[in-house]
């Protein structure tokens, strides 16, 4: 029973919590999302002082990158609440993909390039959440701008990736308008944005995997009521 009932009482948190994320899109596009981040990162730069520390430590206490981040955190709850702009594409290995067959499934969305090192150094945790959720409708989609004839197999051979790729996707990454890679989404089966970060997460390498897992276990949670 009182199992039962934390259940429902993090479900009602849940989806008050993504109540305010449409709020929020109804207030903003992904363009403005974009356009406040880079404005408000543009301004930290601008008035940046000279970091003390060169090293790691120092690195991380640094109150620009401080700035810097809870800039990037504030983007990514901009965006939360928006439908993702996806239109028809193929996948490197010809499947076709458009709204209508997105819908009903949660959808992991990875922005990367093969020339990215933190993109090929966050690929084997998500390649745990390919695995984890295999027959759980979850869809897993890795857009590059990269073009399909330079995706070769000795590129996957020594960088593993398991989401399904989908190549020439300049344009495609364009409508999201995300400023940089790699950049992740994760959609829910109605495909709105349910969440979003920049970057690989640095030193924590499975911070993509548990950030990805806590909001599709979410979905999942909510869907399954």
């Not at 003390?52 to 991380?60: E, I, M, R, T």
């Not at 020594?158 to 989401?163: A, Y």
Request: proline fraction near 5%; glycine fraction near 6%; charge should be positive.
């Amino acid at each position: 029973m009182i199992k039962r009932r934390l259940a429902c009482f993090y479900l009602i948190i849940v989806m008050l919590y993504q109540g305010r994320s449409v709020l929020r899109a109804q207030n903003n596009t992904l363009n403005q999302c974009f356009e406040e981040q880079i404005n408000a990162r543009h301004a930290v730069v601008t008035n940046k002082l000279p970091n003390q520390s060169a090293s790691a430590l120092g690195v991380l206490f640094d109150p620009t990158q401080q700035k810097l981040q809870q800039i990037d955190h504030d983007w990514a709850e901009c965006v939360k609440g928006h439908p993702i702009p996806l239109s028809t594409f193929k996948t490197l290995t010809g499947e076709s993909y458009d709204s209508a067959s997105l819908a009903g499934k949660i959808v992991v969305i990875n922005f990367w390039f093969m020339g990215c090192a933190p993109c090929r150094s966050e690929m084997p945790a998500l390649n745990r959440l390919v695995d984890e959720y295999k027959g759980k409708n979850v869809l897993f989609l890795g857009f590059t701008p990269d073009r399909s004839a330079s995706l070769k197999p000795d590129f996957f051979q020594q960088n593993r990736f398991d989401f399904t790729i989908v190549p020439d996707a300049k344009n495609m990454a364009s409508s999201f308008h995300f400023m940089g890679y790699p950049t992740t989404y994760v959609v829910d089966q109605r495909g709105i944005i349910r969440e979003a970060w920049l970057g690989g997460g640095g030193l924590n390498k499975l911070y993509p995997y548990y950030k990805a897992k806590t909001a599709i276990d979410t979905l999942l949670l909510m869907s399954s009521k």
